[in-house]
């Protein structure tokens, strides 16, 4: 009997393996009838320039939020939503791969930004710093930029926020990162692990679980945790802290998954392109702005931004900045609901921009998904 019982068993995992070929076999000629339709696409758009003739973030956004929409389980959202940006990403390179550069080097919380947006089949450029970024999308050697423009413990990134004073570059779409930190090196056990190198605020993020499990570690702060895992990929007894790209990128191993103290910490990143997008049905605008030279007294900045109240649009972030035109003479980076070119928003922004002595879209774009 028990002969008998183990024959059953394997008769139905061999049913159930050939469910999954066939499923495998019908996913892989879908892929390709995907990836055929994306050429026609290419085809009935004409001739045109390079890969950024043909990627419509606008469109990209809708897709995505169709396969939340769609999704019952039992795959995650987040997983499902990662499939599909693949997916996109394969098919779009099948006419050129896209160039995206982003604040470097390899191994960093902004190339994973990327990877999360844009997927995998991409050329992914490191540049030194956010100047160079935007330098480089300006002139056409990269289509886009990933930049970080703020954390959620940490706040904003002045740098960034600094670049659009002078950069005729647009916001082309936003990315969310948990910041997720894991501890990676090359030795088999925490016991033989001598000394940590990061980035000093990833080592401030973990400071607790550090405290309990490896007290006696000596800790080195790093110009960013790419640098500490090229050390820790190089020299014995060292480990480090960062991102799993880091590890793939270094080729070491992660030895313990998400030892930051606090599971909510993110960084928010903005996508820059050359052009303002097309309304995508759930968007998100940023201006920058500043009163008019001949206002005075108090309340300046209500009165400034009393048309969005009128029109009913929501303000979800504002920042203010020297605008290095005049001493103590400030101008206001805004986020507000919606897109600029579709009704309320438009209203409100037409009537902001008479109160204005400076007044620009720096972009309407897709709010982050995912």
């Not at 009838?33 to 026609?40: G, N, Y």
């Not at 930004?113 to 995998?120: L, M, P, Q, S």
């Not at 922004?349 to 309407?364: D, M, P, Y």
């Amino acid at each position: 009997m028990t002969g008998s019982g183990e024959d059953n068993k394997a008769l139905d995992l061999a049913k159930i393996r050939e469910r999954i070929n066939d499923v495998d076999e019908r996913i892989q000629a879908l892929i390709n009838e995907r990836a055929k339709i994306a050429k026609e696409v290419g085809v009935a758009k004409g001739e045109l320039a390079s890969a950024v003739d043909y990627y419509r973030p606008e469109r990209e956004a809708e897709v995505l939020r169709n396969v939340l929409e769609r999704n019952d389980g039992p795959m995650r959202d987040e997983e499902m939503l990662r499939l599909f940006r693949e997916i996109m990403s394969a098919c779009l390179a099948q006419q050129e791969p896209l160039k995206i550069g982003f604040l470097g080097p390899e191994g960093t919380f902004t190339q994973t930004a990327v990877f999360k947006h844009f997927g995998h089949s991409v050329r992914a450029l490191p540049f030194h710093t956010i100047d160079e970024v935007f330098q480089e999308v300006e002139c056409g050697a990269a289509d886009f930029g990933v930049v970080p423009i703020e954390n959620s413990t940490e706040g904003s990134v002045n740098n960034t926020l600094d670049m659009f004073l002078t950069s005729p570059l647009k916001i082309a779409g936003e990315i969310e990162l948990k910041i997720e930190q894991h501890l990676m090196g090359k030795m088999q056990g925490l016991e033989n692990i001598e000394r940590i190198c990061a980035h000093e605020q990833s080592l401030a993020q973990c400071r607790g679980w550090l405290r309990e499990y490896l007290p006696q570690v000596e800790l080195i702060g790093m110009s960013s945790n790419a640098a500490g895992a090229r050390r820790a990929r190089d020299e014995d007894g060292t480990a480090a802290i960062g991102p799993e790209v880091a590890a793939d990128v270094y080729e070491l191993k992660i030895m313990v998954n998400n030892i930051e103290d606090r599971p909510d910490n993110a960084t928010r990143f903005l996508v820059v392109g050359r052009n303002l997008l097309a309304a995508s049905g759930k968007d998100k605008t940023t201006i920058l702005v500043s009163t008019s030279d001949t206002a005075g007294g108090a309340g300046v900045l209500h009165h400034l931004l009393l048309p969005l109240a009128e029109q009913g649009v929501s303000m979800t972030r504002i920042e203010s900045r020297p605008s290095r035109r005049k001493k103590w003479d400030y101008v206001f980076f805004i986020d507000i609901e919606g897109h600029a070119g579709e009704s309320p928003v438009s209203d409100a922004l037409a009537n902001l921009e008479k109160n204005s002595s400076l007044f620009r879209v720096l972009g309407a774009y897709p709010k982050a998904i995912g």
